[in-house]
């Protein structure tokens, strides 16, 4: 046995000698890293932006339809503010934007921490790309189709002795909050994925703190839903909840197996 070499490494070949040695990077080099992916980032957003634009009036079509539906017949939302619609439709474009740049802004966050991964653990940027769009995506449209107009109905439910007016702006700020919060959610197996990769976390651990998980699910819902009402995150927490059972499916399956 070699002196000071531990019984493993006498037996690693090159390539597990080059797989240990991860590039090394001072702290001014990490900053401009980041610099560089915020920029890049910034960009596809503002073209992406620049895009939703010309369509910032069909897409809030979209986005009221699942409180025009309840509305009686005629009824429409207001503003009060002179300015009040065209600040709506930025907003509305950066809204769109951000699920437009996604796999862009998701790139460059790969590429900002593919850095320090081992280079077996690199090759999981197109997996990590394809599947943390499709699921964002796919958190907002169940945002959109499920969360959405559950909220508005009850919400109309509960008011209906009254006139309602209700302005485009706060009706706005409460679907993308929702919208938003759900496609964030829905990135729980993708994280769960790389931390079992990496050893980090096990499927035995993940269910020894399932219960923790569950308090936790309900705090974020709390946080994260643009009112206090328990409806609101009781059904924003429960699919959080499958996610995680889901990602410990997933952490099983793809685990990282002992030397």
């Known amino acids: 046995m070699t002196d000071g070499i531990h019984p493993a490494e006498?037996?690693?070949g090159p390539e597990e000698?080059?797989?240990r040695e991860l590039p090394k990077m001072s702290f001014l080099e990490h900053l401009e890293e980041l610099r560089k992916r915020?920029?890049?980032?910034?960009?596809?957003?503002g073209v992406a932006f620049l895009i939703c634009w010309n369509f910032a009036d069909r897409i809030f079509g979209y986005i009221e339809v699942p409180l025009a539906k309840y509305l009686p017949a005629g009824e429409k939302m207001v503003f009060t503010r002179l300015t009040e619609p065209f600040m709506l439709y930025m907003k509305v474009a950066f809204f769109a934007g951000i699920f437009i740049a996604s796999p862009i802004?998701?790139?460059q966050l790969w590429l900002f921490i593919s850095p320090g991964l081992y280079k077996r653990e690199r090759r999981y940027a197109a997996p990590f790309i394809v599947f943390a769009t499709f699921f964002f995506v796919l958190g907002g449209y169940f945002g959109y189709r499920v969360l959405l107009p559950g909220t508005c109905a009850f919400f109309l439910e509960t008011g209906k002795q009254f006139k309602q007016m209700i302005k485009v702006d706060e009706y706005f700020s409460?679907?993308?909050t929702i919208i938003l919060a759900t496609g964030l959610v829905f990135e729980t197996p993708i994280l769960i994925f790389f931390?079992?990769?990496l050893g980090i976390v096990t499927p035995a651990f993940l269910m020894q703190k399932?219960?923790?998980a569950v308090v936790l699910a309900f705090i974020i819902a709390a946080v994260v839903t643009?009112?206090?009402d328990m409806v609101t995150q009781t059904a924003l927490a429960l699919p959080m909840i499958g996610l995680y059972l889901l990602g410990v499916a997933i952490a099983y399956v793809f685990r990282k197996k002992p030397a």
């Not at 915020?38 to 957003?45: D, F, G, K, P, W």
């Open 10 to 12: 006498a037996f690693a």
């Open 17 to 19: 000698d080059r797989e």
């Open 38 to 45: 915020l920029v890049v980032s910034i960009a596809a957003l």
């Open 105 to 107: 802004i998701l790139l």
């Open 174 to 176: 409460f679907a993308s």
């Open 195 to 197: 931390l079992a990769r």
């Open 210 to 212: 399932f219960k923790y």
């Open 226 to 228: 643009p009112t206090p």
